[in-house]
Structure formats: structure tokens, C-alpha cells
């Protein structure tokens, strides 16, 4: 196509991402199910959507100081490795599947999870901690990631994202 | 009014298809369509936009631009509002980052 004047200008829709809004429930702690929930965050702030993050039950580890930088992959009860079952419980396995997912995921050039946190956060996403999760752990603010807003009930996360289209991982 | 008396390539959407076509007065005149006025911040990130696409084969993602160009995410999405990386290609006069992160 061929523009001389007028330019056609890109409609970045602006407006109507304006008051569009994202909840993305992150409940598991394996380094495999942290990703979709952290890439779809970025990726919709990317695009101007106003994004909030809900950290429960195993989804807490991606938040919790001394968990956060160590999630693990497991190849037991993942069929999609493709590998023997029983290759997955010899010891050392997780540790390197563990290890070969880092490095893919590194070859891409997607950051680690604290390291993606901060990004979300630096395009403004919300990170939330959820209150029955962190009474069951015995965990307070001070062992979590310093971004996490607040420890909130399930009701108060509900009540912040009113209108929102919902993610559940 | 602003006018290009150039005539300039573009897609359906408006930005632009040939990279050659592109020169500093029409990205101030693009990012003037989009409501955005140059600063010398925002021509650190187009500089590194257009220096980096034709060694990388694609548009920089925003952490691309944030961990190459050492331009912070938060500044980015401040110097262009809303959609900073779509609109950073369009200044840049580059095709949409086709990148997840």
C-alpha cells in the first residue's frame, strides 16, 4: 500500500483498552507453570491492559524470597516430555531437566522469575499475595518479594479486579 | 497540518514496509500523529530500534530495548504511552515486534 498525505495513522486503541482489565490467579509453583501466567501479565501490559496478579497455595513459591529464584521442573506426570516415567523419579532428574528448561528459556530471551516480576512491575502490574496462603505457610510481607502490594483474602482480590477477564493457572 | 511531500510504504495499518523510506523529520511527524513530541530520551530508543532491526532480523521487544539500549521498562512505557513497544516500531518506522517478551 502507498500513503502520501493523508498518513494513516495505527489505531492503538487507546481508548478501548482503556478500562479493560486482567486477573491472572497464579497457583502452581513449578518453574514450567510460572511462565504462561508471567508472559501473559507482560504481555497485556504490553498492550496498555491494566494487570493484577493473585499469588496462591504453590503460587506462592514464585513470590516467597527464598523459593522464587529455585523453582524446579519435574518430568514425573508430565507426558509431554516424552521420556520414560520412570526416568523422572532417578535422582539428579529434576535437577537437570531443571537446568536444560533454564537454559531454554534463557536462549530466548525470556528473564528468570524475580527477574520478570521486576519487569511486570516496571510496566505497572499488581502483585498480590493471598492471605490463607501465607497464614497456612507461616509466611509474612517480609519473606515475600518486596513489589508484592499487599497479603489479601480471596474476597479483597475479587473486589479489586471487578470487571476484569480472569486467568486461573 | 503536516505535510510528507515523499510518498512512503506502508501496511494496512500504517506502519511503515521499507525500511530505506524512513528519516529523522518523518519520525517526528509520525510520532506527531500519535501524539507524541521527540525527546531526546524517546530518539535513544528509536536510534536503538533502527540500529538493532537490521543485525536482529525483527524489532526489538521492550526488554530488548530495556536490557540493550539500558532504558529502563518504566521509562519506556512513560516516553510511549499505553502501547510502548507497538509505538515505538511505528516511530521507528519498523514493523510490530513479533516477540512474546
Known amino acids: 500500500m502507498t500513503t502520501t498525505m493523508p498518513l494513516t495513522v495505527p489505531n492503538f486503541g487507546d481508548e478501548a483498552t482503556e478500562g479493560r482489565k486482567l486477573a491472572i490467579i497464579c497457583s502452581k509453583g513449578n518453574l514450567d507453570m510460572a511462565y504462561p501466567g508471567l508472559i501473559l501479565a507482560n504481555a497485556a501490559l504490553g498492550e496498555g491492559v491494566e494487570t493484577h496478579l493473585f499469588f496462591t497455595f504453590w503460587g506462592f513459591d514464585m513470590i516467597t524470597k527464598s523459593r522464587m529464584h529455585d523453582l524446579k521442573f519435574t518430568m514425573l506426570g508430565n507426558t509431554a516430555t516424552h521420556m520414560p516415567q520412570g526416568l523422572g523419579g532417578l535422582p539428579g532428574m529434576t535437577a537437570m531437566a531443571t537446568h536444560q528448561m533454564k537454559k531454554q528459556i534463557q536462549d530466548v530471551g525470556v528473564p528468570d522469575v524475580p527477574e520478570f516480576l521486576e519487569q511486570i512491575v516496571a510496566s505497572g502490574g499488581h502483585l498480590w499475595a493471598c492471605r490463607m496462603s501465607a497464614d497456612m505457610m507461616h509466611l509474612d510481607e517480609s519473606d515475600l518479594y518486596d513489589d508484592v502490594e499487599a497479603i489479601i483474602s480471596a474476597a479483597d482480590f475479587i473486589e479489586k479486579t471487578e470487571g476484569a477477564q480472569l486467568l486461573f493457572i | ?101
Open chain 2, 1 to 101: 497540518m503536516t505535510t510528507i511531500h515523499r510518498e512512503i510504504h506502508t501496511d494496512a495499518e500504517g506502519f511503515l514496509t521499507e525500511y530505506d523510506e524512513w528519516t529523522d523529520d518523518l519520525a517526528v511527524q509520525l510520532a506527531a500523529g500519535i501524539g507524541i513530541e521527540l525527546s531526546d530520551e524517546h530518539w535513544k530508543a528509536i536510534r536503538f530500534l533502527r540500529e538493532d532491526y537490521p543485525t536482529h532480523g525483527e524489532t526489538a521487544t521492550l526488554r530488548r530495548v530495556s536490557t540493550l539500549a539500558g532504558i529502563p521498562v518504566k521509562q519506556l512505557f512513560a516516553l510511549f504511552p499505553g502501547k510502548p513497544a507497538k509505538k515505538m516500531a511505528y516511530v521507528a518506522g519498523l514493523p510490530k515486534p513479533r516477540g512474546c517478551v
